[in-house]
């Protein structure tokens, strides 16, 4: 690590020593190592077309043709209701479903290219986003008419936003970031309300009073206080989980479904958190041998999910690996804790039925990324930082070279 004493932290003159190397760094990377904006949409473009034109002869689209049909147009659910309107919306103007369906796509395509942006993604770390954008369990559910595409899109603008924040601040990005918080509780609260923790970490480290203390140490405090919140808040949470998600969970599934587990059952918020040793990786993995084997059309979205459950486990270690200070404090205490209240409120969903459960998965699989996504953010040359963080950004950016 650069020592600290050698920048200017309030003029951004650094030290002679480290011209040669800071100049080295100042042009972009190579264009051949970069992520393309225009390689992300073609990505998009071909998991709608391969959705509508191959996957539909061999499993259904969940809920994309209700919406289109405006079979939900009296929805009880305001959230399903305001997708049902906007997918009318939608077919009522192009008049032709992949039309539509590309409609959607390309909105969770802007997220992700928006994303890819902020972050100068380049190098090694463009790898475990592509192996995200190209598994079936990913693509299939972001490139059709549903929640899922605008709930990714919406993911994807947040992401970004928060990298940018990161590096250089931005009141833009503040409320970019904001907004998509919104719409991402509005769309799937359980989800949204961990970025909505991740996105008030973040600000809190970025703009909050500077403690010292390392990374180690806030962690500790913050798990401190989680378990005491936990134990103050555990009455509701228990009525809340035992009373409303887990019987929403069991109720979406039928016995008539090919893929519903019907000897899973968790009972009440004990059995929930006492399972999570196994139910968390079943439900991340999906398909079993066993069920891929009565039903072959699940191979691919088996593999998706080693993917998924390799991806996770290598995303944690590179939160801890990241250049100590900002970057390592974020993904540690902001990304990890959301990545982990995002996980355990999937379960219910995803244990019971795999086939449905990847639908519910494509919703936070990006969101596995987001540490590389830092990495690259302050690895990469950026727009010049904000005055506070001139002399901090070039001490992560050598760390990461090293």
Same mark, same amino acid.
């Given at each position: 690590? %650069? =020592? ?19 100049? &080295? ?10 992520? !393309? ?23 259904? $689209?969940? =809920?994309?043709?209700?919406? $289109? ?22 077919? *009522? ?17 802007? *997220?992700?290219?928006?994303?890819? !942006? ?14 995200? $954008? ?13 929640? &899922? ?22 009141? $833009? ?41 390392? %990374? ?21 949470? =228990?009525?809340?989980?035992? !009373? ?26 004990? &059995? ?69 209240? %995002? ?60």
């Amino acid at each position: 690590m %650069t =020592d600290p004493s050698r920048l200017d932290r309030y003029h951004g003159v650094m030290d002679p020593a480290y011209t040669d190397i800071a100049a &080295e760094h100042q042009a972009p990377p190579p264009a051949r190592v970069m992520l !393309g904006k225009a390689t992300i949409y073609a990505i998009f473009v071909a998991w709608s077309l391969f959705a509508v034109f191959v996957y539909s002869r061999y499993s259904q $689209l969940g =809920d994309a043709r209700s919406y $289109l049909t405006g079979a939900y147009d009296d929805a009880s659910s305001a959230r399903t209701y305001f997708v049902t309107q906007l997918a009318t919306t939608v077919i *009522g103007l192009v008049h032709v479903d992949v039309l539509a369906h590309l409609v959607f796509s390309l909105f969770a395509a802007s *997220g992700v290219a928006y994303l890819v !942006g902020q972050a100068r993604l380049h190098g090694q770390y463009r790898w475990p986003l592509l192996a995200i $954008l190209l598994i079936p369990s990913f693509g299939v559910w972001a490139s059709v008419v549903g929640r &899922e595409s605008l709930y990714i899109g919406l993911l994807g603008f947040f992401m970004g936003a928060l990298v940018g924040y990161v590096r250089s601040g931005g009141f $833009l990005r503040w409320w970019l970031a904001v907004f998509c918080v919104a719409g991402m509780v509005f769309i799937r609260a359980p989800f949204g309300a961990a970025m909505a923790g991740c996105f008030l970490m973040t600000w809190i480290l970025v703009r909050g009073p500077r403690t010292g203390l390392s %990374t180690g140490v806030q962690a500790l405090v913050m798990f401190l206080l989680a378990a005491l919140v936990l134990v103050v808040a555990w009455p509701q949470l =228990d009525a809340y989980i035992a !009373g409303e998600v887990l019987p929403k969970a069991r109720s979406y599934f039928t016995i008539g479904s090919a893929t519903t587990r019907m000897w899973v059952n968790i009972a009440d918020t004990n &059995e929930l958190f006492s399972s999570l040793w196994w139910t968390l990786p079943l439900s991340l993995v999906g398909p079993t041998p066993g069920e891929v084997l009565s039903r072959p059309v699940m191979f691919p979205f088996m593999v998706s999910g080693l993917v998924v459950f390799f991806v996770l486990l290598y995303a944690i270690q590179q939160a801890f690996r990241a250049p100590a200070g900002l970057p390592r404090k974020v993904l540690v205490l902001a990304w990890l804790p959301a990545m982990l209240v %995002t996980l355990v409120a999937y379960v219910p969903f995803g244990i019971y039925n795999p086939g449905s459960g990847i639908r519910y998965a494509s919703c936070f699989l990006l969101f596995l990324v987001f540490p590389w996504m830092v990495r690259s953010g302050v690895a990469a040359p950026a727009e010049t930082p904000r005055m506070r963080h001139r002399g901090v950004i070039y001490d992560y950016r050598l760390a990461e070279l090293r």
